[in-house]
């Protein structure tokens, strides 16, 4: 399978709620880094993380290697909060800093 | 702080001739650098990596041919689009990072319109 399984691939929430987004991997990795991609395509980087769990403001990201998954949690979403959201882990056996990419969610947020 | 700059932000080339991208870490020594190309409703694929004292090392699917990267300090490269077509319509991005166990910064992107 894809080292990196991403779900879900679209999110549809209202202001203020609370949801999810998940990345499986199919073997361990080393890191993983969460983006949000705006609409002219930058990433901005949410969250590195190479264990463990990091919060900043409403957003809250985990990763445990030892299970194989990374996670990132939107409490109280906002409209800015839409985008597209990607996970993106390197491997433990990585020589460099090479980054396999999730598909990606797709994230609305509605009044 | 660390910032990547891309140029140009966007590109458009007529099918069949080729361009060249750029990209510059700054306030950090980009020991490796990594080219990712988005390609049109789909995720980041990686194109090549490259460390310093070490050769590029190309994905599969893509060539040092159609790709020639150049890395020629721990600030800057560059990699060039040779021939493009529309299958290499996209963004491209670079990523930059010091030291192994670092996060990877990436710059705005250099997106790619072919004709």
């Known amino acids: 399978g894809m080292p990196v399984e991403q779900n879900p691939p679209a999110l549809s929430l209202y202001e203020g709620a609370d949801s999810g987004l998940r990345c499986n991997f199919s073997?361990?990795?080393?890191?993983v880094q969460w983006f949000q991609q705006n609409h002219r395509g930058r990433l901005i980087t949410l969250f590195y993380?190479?264990?463990g769990t990091k919060e900043n403001g409403r957003l809250k990201s985990t990763f445990n290697s030892k299970e194989r998954y990374s996670t990132l949690h939107i409490k109280d979403a906002q409209l800015e909060d839409s985008g597209t959201y990607f996970c993106?882990?390197?491997?433990?056996?990585?020589?460099?800093?090479?980054?396999?990419f999730g598909i990606g969610t797709r994230v609305l947020v509605r009044p | 702080g660390a910032l990547v700059y891309q140029y140009p932000r966007r590109t458009i080339c007529k099918s069949g001739t080729s361009m060249r991208m750029e990209c510059q870490a700054v306030g950090f020594q980009a020991t490796s650098v990594a080219w990712y190309r988005q390609s049109p409703q789909k995720t980041f694929e990686l194109i090549a990596l490259s460390t310093v004292n070490s050769a590029i090392k190309y994905e599969q699917n893509f060539t040092q041919e159609k790709f020639p990267i150049s890395h020629p300090n721990l600030s800057f490269s560059s990699m060039t689009v040779l021939n493009a077509y529309l299958e290499d319509r996209g963004l491209y991005l670079c990523g930059a990072r010091t030291g192994r166990y670092a996060e990877q910064f990436f710059g705005p992107g250099t997106r790619l319109t072919v004709l």
């Open positions: 993106a882990a390197e491997m433990t056996n990585s020589a460099g800093n090479k980054l396999t």
């Open positions: 993380l190479a264990q």
């Open positions: 073997t361990t990795m080393k890191s």
